[in-house]
Nanobody, 121 residues
């Protein structure tokens, strides 16, 4: 019943910007970590950026200085502002959250369906 719904993906030229958003819904007690992972064709899914409920952030080295993550705990949303996009940023971007629910107070990992980001001329 818990869902993570992403939006904001699309096609952008190199050097451009995109803003991804993810909203969590369902029966939720709390959300610990929220963030973004990405998976390019033929490659492993990799961390892009995460933020905790205390707003501690973790970025992949490849996106530091270009991407910014933000979180609104009340709205149960997380955003990824992607600037200075490069072709190598092309991937499916997945929202991630570690969520406690009434049926699983210990918490579980949840994933969105993914949103395509394509950086190309």
């Amino acid at each position: 019943q818990v869902r993570l719904v992403e939006s904001g993906g699309g096609l952008m030229q190199p050097g451009g910007s995109l803003r991804l958003s993810c909203a969590a819904s369902g029966s939720i007690l709390s959300i610990n970590t929220m963030g973004w992972y990405r998976q390019a064709p033929g490659k492993q899914r990799e961390l892009v950026a995460t933020t905790t409920s205390g707003f501690k952030v973790n970025f992949a080295d490849s996106v530091k200085g270009r991407f910014t993550i933000s979180r609104d705990n009340a709205e149960r949303t997380v955003h990824l502002q992607m600037n200075s996009l490069k072709p190598e940023d092309t991937a499916v971007y997945y929202c991630y959250a570690m969520i406690r629910t009434p049926s699983n107070y210990q918490g579980s990992d949840y994933w969105g369906q993914g949103t395509q980001v394509t950086v190309s001329s």
